[in-house]
């Protein structure tokens, strides 16, 4: 079962901080999502709306909806290849209480944790131009600003990470992206990185479950220490 239309942004954590349905601001993506919407009309189709806890110390950051994860269901990481690994890692470090079910109406609540994405809407060929990206910064640091008592937040990808570090107010030349990498913004906030969990990278042994969780205890130990 997927959510209404409306239903997924009033469980935003930072709903003052969403973009509207139909967000003209990306013409490419815009055109894009009109496409998706009339060939797969049952889908959410519009821009992605964080999830988790408003009160999250960890904020995750991906890159972008997947067409067949959260541009159909409405809920980031939700029914795709990524969200299994992510979800049963926030599980396992109890970031999330619940049952994955690759469904937003599967219960499922994190707990001292938010997920976010560098860019809401859909990308073709999952791939924004920078142009995008640096345009829905806007609805990025704006969902930061709404999530005061975040420590830590951990890039998964480099746009991800290279979005996260401007929204710090570090310089990407100097934070380089790396798996483990670790930096601290003049705020005190930290910013960890790890390989985007996609089914590519978990695939080819880019990425496995154990690297994955070893930036998250890493995250822990930071964000509860």
């Not at 490419?28 to 009109?34: G, K, N, P, S």
């Not at 964080?50 to 809920?75: E, I, S």
Request: proline share 9%; net charge neutral; glycine share 10%.
């Amino acid at each position: 079962m997927l959510f209404p239309p409306a239903a997924a942004t009033t469980l935003s954590p930072v709903p003052q901080a969403e973009a509207p349905r139909d967000c003209p601001l990306c013409p490419r993506l815009a055109a894009f999502r009109a496409e998706c919407r009339t060939e797969h009309p049952e889908w959410w189709n519009a821009p992605v709306p964080a999830f988790g806890d408003p009160d999250a110390w960890l904020a995750v950051v991906g890159l972008a909806p997947g067409k067949h994860g959260a541009n159909r269901t409405g809920r980031p990481f939700t029914g795709d290849y990524a969200g299994e690994l992510l979800y049963a890692t926030l599980l396992k470090f109890g970031l999330a209480e619940g049952e994955y079910q690759a469904d937003p109406a599967d219960g499922l609540r994190l707990r001292g944790a938010v997920i976010l994405n560098a860019v809401k809407c859909l990308p073709p060929a999952n791939k924004p131009d920078p142009g995008e990206i640096a345009t829905c910064r806007t609805y990025f640091e704006a969902a930061l600003a709404d999530l005061p008592k975040v420590r830590v937040l951990l890039a998964l990808g480099q746009i991800a990470h290279v979005a996260a570090v401007r929204a710090l107010g570090l310089k990407p030349s100097a934070v380089k992206f790396g798996h483990g990498a670790e930096a601290t913004a003049p705020n005190g906030q930290t910013l960890l990185s790890s390989y985007h969990c996609s089914r590519y990278n978990q695939n080819t042994g880019r990425l496995d479950a154990g690297m994955f969780e070893s930036v998250f205890a890493r995250a822990v130990e930071i964000g509860r220490g």
